[in-house]
């Protein structure tokens, strides 16, 4: 299954790296796409290169969708009509579809969260639209899987890890990273 991590302007940076990493990490086939040319800079200034332009790729290719946050990032996702489509292919067919802190809001923009548990960045619950917030640092329901914010980009990266390629790998990995506190 290929993963694919969208990246536009004003992303956040730790998020987009920890899970590009922990997944290619876990063998699982992972490309970053930009909205809009290369380097992609961050919400931070920092600039990442992504793998491939998004305007050159097809949804069905992919198995999940993962959005990092960060501002402006996520309203860059949000605006963008072929984010949105991708993510309702993704999700229409079973797929993962996956966001982190702000980025949740345009999973509810998407039409994913409906009648789903998710959490957000503190202040982006009323963004989610059709879902519960919760409040958990990672929130996995069904193919749905959120996250707080960047201190939860490592365990939210190996819930989809988990949710990918199983327990198994997922515990291998936990442990070869040394993330003890999980």
Sequence with gaps: MKILVPLAEGFEEIEAVAIIDVLRRAGLSTTSASL???????????????DEPLDGLQPGDFGAIVLPGGMPGSDNLKKS?????????????????????????????AGVLAGKKATCFPGFE?????ATPTGAPVEVDGTVITARGPGCAIP?????????AGKTIMKELRSAMQV???
Excluded at 85 to 105: D, E, K, N, V
Excluded at 126 to 130: E, F, K, R, W
Excluded at 156 to 164: H, N, T
């Design 36 to 50: 809009a040319g290369n380097p992609v800079r961050g919400s931070h200034a920092i600039p990442v290169t992504a």
């Design 81 to 109: 009509d072929t984010v949105i489509s991708f993510i309702q292919s993704i999700h229409r067919r079973g797929g993962i579809t996956a966001a982190l802190c702000a980025a949740p809001m345009v999973l509810g923009h």
């Design 126 to 130: 009323g963004m989610m639209t059709g």
């Design 156 to 164: 939210f990266a190996l819930a989809l890890v988990e949710a990918l």
């Design 180 to 182: 003890y506190w999980l």
